[in-house]
């Protein structure tokens, strides 16, 4: 059985313990000790060894040989401010004081999984192998995931708790993200005594940008100038102009699409002028899309049935590390946990969807 009170008093221990990105040793330590006391087989990872941070993600396996196996994961890293987190509960609804974010993105996540396995261990149930894995720096760029040794595990399927929505949410769609810098390089001249001689980056730049295709492109596309830097002073012909772009698709091949034109025409615009382009601009990672007759919406129906909690499938805009190891071939998918308001200081969950997001995937383990 889910253990109501255990599993919140197990997220509000969590989220009191400080763990911004590549600063998650405290949380790694507290879920090491948790998880090795239930009896599974813990590894830490080198995965902050290889990004700068104080400690790796965090894998659990509780195996089945012969079975099917089914990853689990959320991530150890929050955003800030999180340097002392306050945890509030007022009717059913647990938010901070109002200093620092909750990080219910993604403890709530982490909480569930564990209250899952407990679950598991203690009906004693016929189950899947379960790879638990806690990442590190999902938050600046999904890094542990990147770094994670799939092929050591080899999943069937992995299930992300790091979505916000009621449980039953399902994100079975979202987008390829393309994102990366882009220089105009021109040349510098006095601008009073002689304009004539210098090249202005920012006009370079200013006629690429009107030929470009900007801001929400068609209904899977989007594409947008967030930072535009350059200039020392006002009496100088601006020599330099760097542009940060980003871009997104749920199609990767209309993003790669984009991203050929975009890049020809500052390109060609910069040369027109005698000045010169460098960028980079790469897709970071894969989007990925779940079918609906795929195996694992059907794994997610009976656990809906099973559970008593109605799906509902979205597409989202954002990734998460869902998106990582989708990219390497494995079907993921992320799930709703109800967090709210993240990544701000009015950030909230309530008691009911913590414990409604751990029935369902203690109900996916009992369903495959
Ligand atoms: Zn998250």
New binding site residues.
């Given amino acids: 059985m889910v253990d109501e009170v255990r599993v919140i008093n197990n997220f509000l221990n969590m989220v009191k313990i400080s763990s911004p990105s590549l600063n998650e040793r405290e949380m790694a330590d507290y879920l090491k000790k948790e998880l090795s006391e239930m009896g599974l087989v813990v590894i830490e990872d080198n995965a902050g060894d290889k990004y700068g941070g104080n400690a790796g993600n965090i894998i659990a396996v509780l195996p089945a040989p012969g079975k099917k196996k089914l990853l689990f994961s959320?991530?150890m890293d929050?955003v800030v401010p999180c340097e002392k987190i306050t945890p509030i509960v007022k009717d059913g609804v647990i938010s901070s004081d109002g200093t620092s974010v909750l990080g219910a993105?993604?403890k709530a996540?982490i909480a569930a999984i564990i209250e899952m396995i407990r679950d598991i261990k203690e009906t004693n149930v016929e189950h899947p192998e379960i790879i638990a894995v806690f990442s590190i720096a999902?938050?600046i760029g999904l890094l542990g995931a990147q770094s994670l040794e799939l092929d050591k595990y080899k999943p069937d399927y992995a299930f992300i708790i790091?979505?916000g929505g009621t449980p039953g949410t399902v994100v079975v769609q979202t987008p390829y993200s393309a994102k990366g810098e882009i220089k105009i390089i021109g040349k510098t001249a006095h601008a009073g005594l002689a304009p004539e001689l210098g090249i202005n980056a920012l006009t370079v730049a200013s006629h690429a940008i009107t030929k470009i295709k900007l801001g929400r492109i068609d209904s899977e596309t989007t594409s947008n100038i967030g930072i535009v830097k350059g200039g020392s002073a006002v009496n100088i012909v601006m020599p330099e102009v760097s542009i940060t772009y980003e871009a997104r698709s749920f199609s990767g091949d209309k993003l790669k699409g984009l991203l050929k034109e975009t890049m020809e025409i500052f390109e060609e615009t910069a040369k027109s002028f005698g000045a010169k382009c460098e960028h980079q601009v790469s897709i970071g990672y894969s989007g990925y899309k779940i079918e609906e007759d795929s195996e694992l919406l059907k794994i997610l129906a009976k656990a809906s049935e099973k559970a008593e909690i109605e799906l509902k499938t979205v597409s989202s805009g954002g990734g998460?590390d869902a998106n990582i190891y989708s990219g390497r071939g494995i079907p993921s998918i992320n799930l709703g946990i109800g967090?709210s308001n993240?990544h701000t200081c009015n950030e909230t969950i309530k008691i009911v969807d913590i414990v409604n997001c751990t029935k369902l995937i203690s109900a996916i383990v009992k369903s495959v």
């Fill in positions: 959320a991530h929050t993105d993604d996540g999902e938050e790091d979505s998460c967090m993240v």
